[in-house]
């Protein structure tokens, strides 16, 4: 076993993974498995790293997810305006309203926390 560098390196661990799947745990195969899962988890996160989303989008899926609607919103950001200036991006989250989004739907305060791309204003003529 050796460390993963290449793409074919990663390759060939991918295979290999594949053939010891369901190999039972504190056997030879099954040390074998998590030692060459750990490696291409390190290789993947370094090589095909995943960006955190945009926090208005976190909070529609997690709605999504939910089965509510936008109303589930009101009272945790705030009053019916509130949200709707959130989610059309006129309005940036505040610190209170991310720790309730937090509290209430689970949204990672780190996917919260991240710029949110505001909507541009339009000018007057």
Do not use: C
């Amino acid at each position: 076993m050796k460390p993963i560098k290449t793409e074919a390196d990663h390759a060939a661990a991918l295979r290999e993974i594949e053939r010891l799947w369901g190999a039972e745990e504190s056997t030879p195969d099954g040390d074998r498995l998590d030692v060459l899962s750990t490696l291409v988890e390190a290789y993947e996160e370094a090589h095909f790293p995943i960006d955190m989303p945009d926090p208005i989008e976190a909070i529609k899926f997690r709605l999504e997810q939910r089965g509510e609607g936008k109303n589930a919103l009101v009272g945790v950001i705030g009053s019916r305006t509130r949200v709707y200036e959130v989610l059309r991006r006129d309005r940036a989250l505040s610190l209170a309203m991310i720790r309730r989004l937090n509290k209430r739907f689970r949204i990672p305060a780190e996917v919260l926390i991240r710029p949110v791309r505001m909507r541009k204003k339009k000018q007057a003529a």
